[in-house]
C-alpha cells in the first residue's frame, strides 16, 4: 500500500493498494486495528472532506467521492478530455488532486502553460 492519509479526527488511514498498483482504496481504523477494503477502482491522490465524512480521489477520468460509513463511490465530476498534470508525475500522466478550504475539488490542468483551476460543483 502507498499514498496513505490521516483522517481529521485520527480515527482512521487511508491508502491505495491491492494486486494492481492502484486499484483499491483501503481504510485502517484504529479502533478495530484492521484493514478493509473501501472501494474499487483506479485511484490516485486520495484526499479527506474536512469533515472526515468523505475521501476524494481520481479515479481514471473522474473525481470521485466516497462515502466513509455506507462505502458508497459517486462521480463528481468527468475529466474525460481534459489533460491535467503535476510536476513530477506529469510524464506518467498521472494528475493531482485536492480539496479547497470549502471542499471543493482542485486539480492541475495542462495547457502549455503553469495555471490553476478549481471546479464548481452542483451537487444533487
Known amino acids: 500500500m502507498w499514498s496513505p492519509r490521516w483522517s481529521p479526527d485520527g480515527k ?3 491508502a491505495i493498494g491491492g494486486p494492481d ?4 482504496l483501503m481504510l485502517f481504523s484504529f ?3 484492521e484493514w478493509i477494503e473501501l ?3 483506479s485511484f490516485g491522490w486520495p484526499c479527506w472532506s474536512p469533515d472526515g465524512e468523505f475521501v476524494y480521489a481520481m479515479d481514471a ?11 458508497k463511490k459517486e462521480q463528481i465530476a468527468s475529466l474525460r478530455g ?6 513530477f508525475l506529469d510524464r506518467l500522466d498521472a494528475g493531482w488532486l ?12 495542462d495547457t502549455g502553460i503553469e495555471e490553476l483551476y478549481a471546479f ?4 444533487k
Open 12 to 14: 482512521y488511514l487511508i
Open 61 to 71: 477520468d473522474s473525481v470521485v467521492r466516497i462515502a466513509i460509513a455506507s462505502h
Open 31 to 33: 479502533a478495530n486495528n
Open 39 to 41: 472501494a474499487s477502482g
Open 98 to 109: 485536492g480539496l479547497t478550504p470549502d471542499e471543493r475539488p482542485l486539480t492541475t490542468r
Open 21 to 24: 498498483v492502484n486499484a483499491k
Open 120 to 123: 464548481d460543483l452542483d451537487y
Open 82 to 87: 481534459v489533460r491535467i498534470t503535476t510536476y
